[in-house]
């Protein structure tokens, strides 16, 4: 979160922002090693209640790390930057996958049409735990505040005309 900004200002910000057109969405999972699982998911998207995504293939790497998520707690990550380059970090943990239904059957139109006849395997919904800025001018402007003496050897040759 933006140390500027209180939680829940930042989070209506950064879900004011989620659904642009031209942002670009990562979905970080966790393996069964622990290790992390990162995919580009353009289905994700703020429904005004919760964060959504389609799962297009029921054996994807993402598809299994998301069920054991929800199994066993694990983590989830989301990254959204927005078209002038703003950045955040969703953490979230999986809540739901509807596989049958009224809203999966939406869900699936939908992504018939908009994927050309695919079809989907699920419909996952996320629970929002935290929300950080982590736009690059701002995380600069927060650790020169906070650390003003962490600074290469070369920008301190540079005041200082060494």
Not at 36 to 42: D, F, Y
Not at 62 to 75: C, E, G, H, V, Y
Not at 132 to 156: C, G, M, N, W
Request: proline share 3%.
């Amino acid at each position: 979160m933006s140390r500027a900004k209180s939680n829940d200002a930042l989070l209506q910000e950064a879900l004011s922002r989620f659904n642009e057109e031209g942002a670009i969405k990562v979905l970080t999972t966790l393996d069964e090693n622990g290790a992390p699982h990162s995919v580009c998911k353009g289905s994700l998207r703020w429904s005004g209640e919760l964060i959504e995504s389609w799962e297009i293939l029921e054996s994807s790497e993402t598809n299994r790390n998301l069920t054991r998520a929800i199994w066993f707690d694990k983590p989830i990550a989301i990254l959204l930057i927005t078209p002038d380059k703003k950045t955040y970090q969703f953490s979230v943990k999986a809540s739901r996958n509807i596989v049958s239904g009224k809203e999966f059957t939406r869900a699936y139109e939908a992504a018939q049409e908009r994927y050309g006849g695919r079809a989907i395997a699920g419909v996952w919904r996320y629970e929002i735990v935290s929300v950080k800025d982590e736009t690059p001018s701002t995380r600069i402007a927060e650790e020169q505040a906070a650390r003003p003496y962490f600074v290469h050897l070369d920008q301190l040759a540079k005041k200082d005309n060494l």
